[in-house]
């Protein structure tokens, strides 16, 4: 058995135990985010799959779900370091920059996901790591990679967020005031 088969009594939830539901049944968690990027402005980028939905995959930033009243600086710190391997003091991250709301199918379910997303700036590309995956994490996510602008600009590939170029190179050199609501 993966721990994508279906659930039984007694066996944990796929999507973990940060997940709530909705009144409606759709699947919801808050999220921290970390636009990792590098001295040459390229941004760091994880690929995801959905077992449930062959052929689907996509792009996205670093992060995931918060823990229960955990900080999202503290959780986007702490994603960092268990899907990269790079360690990054929470004090470090800048932001948040950016807020969202997601609706998406996951593992057959409908999720929403609130999500705060912070910048961690690296002089150079970082050694990475995955070996803090988690089984789901192994079992979903098939690559991380740096993207350079102009690649991320033109690629066919789905990313999230939505615009995530633009959204980039939008970002001053130091963040003030409230995050931006993206969608």
Do not use: K, N
């Not at 939830?13 to 990027?37: F, Q, Y």
């Amino acid at each position: 058995m993966t721990p994508l088969d279906e659930q039984g009594p007694g066996v944990p939830d796929p999507l973990g135990p940060e997940w709530g539901t909705a009144p409606d049944g759709t699947r919801t968690r808050s999220a921290a985010r970390v636009v990792v990027l590098d001295g040459a402005g390229r941004v760091l980028l994880v690929r995801g799959t959905d077992p449930t939905a062959p052929g689907a995959a996509w792009w996205f930033t670093v992060g995931g779900g918060r823990d229960a009243a955990e900080p999202a600086r503290r959780a986007a710190a702490r994603e960092l370091r268990e899907e990269t391997g790079i360690v990054a003091d929470p004090a470090e991250l800048v932001g948040p920059v950016w807020v969202r709301t997601a609706d998406f199918p996951y593992l057959g379910q409908r999720c929403r996901q609130h999500e705060e997303f912070f910048v961690h700036r690296l002089p150079a590309p970082a050694q990475l790591s995955r070996e803090r995956w988690t089984a789901l994490e192994v079992a979903t996510l098939t690559d991380v990679r740096w993207w350079h602008a102009a690649e991320l600009a033109r690629t066919t590939d789905t990313v999230y967020p939505a615009g995530l170029a633009q959204l980039v190179a939008g970002l001053p050199a130091t963040w003030q005031g409230p995050p931006l609501r993206i969608a």
